[in-house]
Every structure is written in structure tokens, then in C-alpha cells.
């Protein structure tokens, strides 16, 4: 489906750009990834509106059949955010501790307060942070915006599923360069 607007008060959710995600082997090249993010967040902060930096620092309880992360043995900087999205003292930051960045923060009651009602959301996993993040914003009623070049996952298969069958029914899904007109008026 293509964009077809953003809302005059939307923010941007970058999931997951850490230093202990982006060395992972992932299915797309990580750097241009973050150069599309940086190029969106500048955008974003250029006309005044909210982005949102996740990381990750832990996981949500309960038992899993996959083995999880030993949290014991990250290196110190694991959930420090990536210097390339060039974070900025404006920035909201959030720290989850699940996998989207609604259920364990106070990210709705921040983005509410701001008046926002549509988010654009890009990072990394696609079938996990992202996911789960666009999930949650559009259960709790934000307009939500995927750009897919903005985003990568471990597994090119979970990557698709979710581009091809889980984001259509969430909202829209375009480019980088989709949303980026959309900012600057040219859609």
C-alpha cells in the first residue's frame, strides 16, 4: 500500500539501533539502514517533531522454548544508542524491557501529551521491536506508518512475513524517500 499522509503531529519510533543489535548478522546491509534512519530523523527534528530512540535492556519474564539472552554477560555498552542517528538533546529516549516500546514505558502517555496521533516506525528486528512496537501504537490508536528500507531482521523470512502480511493490516507502509515527500509536501 502506499503512503498516502502523515498527520501534522507524527513522531518517529527508531526501535533498537544499539551498539549490541547493529553488529549482528542481520539480512540487510546495517549501514545503509542507519544512514536511512539518520536521513528520517533529521526530517523529523528539522520540522519540530518528536523522534523516539529505543533501546533494549532486558526481555519480558516468562518461560520461552529458545534460549534467552544472558544479560549477565552483555558488554557494558550493549544498549548504548548508535552514534550514527546523531541523538539529539530534544530526543525522547526510551528503555524497554520487551520487545515493543509501548508495554513496559511511558512512551503513550509521552507521545499523547504531545498531541501526536500517527507514528512512523523503522529499526531492527523487523518481526520483533518493530512489530511489536507498531502493534501496540496501533491498538492504542495512532496512525502508524512502516518504512520498510529502514528496517532489517535477523531472518530475511521474518522480514517479509512481517512487510507482506503483518503491516498491511497495521497501516502503511512505503520508502524512506515516501515519507520524506510526504514531509515536505510533494506526495
Avoid: C
Wanted: hydrophobic share 40%; no cysteine; net charge negative.
Amino acid at each position: 500500500m502506499a503512503l498516502t499522509m502523515l498527520d501534522p503531529n507524527t513522531a518517529l519510533i527508531i526501535v533498537d539501533l544499539q551498539k549490541g543489535i547493529v553488529g549482528l548478522p542481520l539480512a540487510h546491509p546495517i549501514a545503509g539502514i542507519l544512514e536511512r534512519n539518520r536521513i528520517l530523523a533529521d526530517a523529523f527534528r528539522a520540522r519540530g517533531l518528536p523522534v523516539v530512540l529505543v533501546n533494549v535492556t532486558g526481555g519480558a519474564p516468562g518461560r520461552t522454548e529458545q534460549p534467552r539472552l544472558n544479560l549477565d554477560a552483555l558488554p557494558a555498552d550493549f544498549a548504548d544508542l548508535d552514534p550514527e542517528l546523531g541523538r539529539q538533546p530534544n530526543d525522547i529516549v526510551v528503555t524497554k524491557r520487551t520487545w515493543g516500546a509501548f508495554a513496559s514505558t511511558d512512551l503513550g502517555r509521552q507521545l499523547e501529551t504531545l498531541g501526536v496521533t500517527q507514528v512512523v516506525v523503522t529499526g531492527v528486528a523487523t518481526g520483533t521491536g518493530v512489530e511489536s512496537t507498531a502493534r501496540q501504537a496501533y491498538e492504542l490508536g495512532f496512525n502508524v506508518t512502516l518504512a520498510i528500507d529502514a528496517m532489517t531482521d535477523r531472518s530475511q523470512e521474518a522480514h517479509d512475513y512481517s512487510v507482506h502480511k503483518v503491516f498491511p493490516r497495521l497501516g502503511e507502509t512505503g520508502s524512506t524517500e515516501d515519507v520524506i515527500a510526504l514531509l515536505e509536501g510533494r506526495s
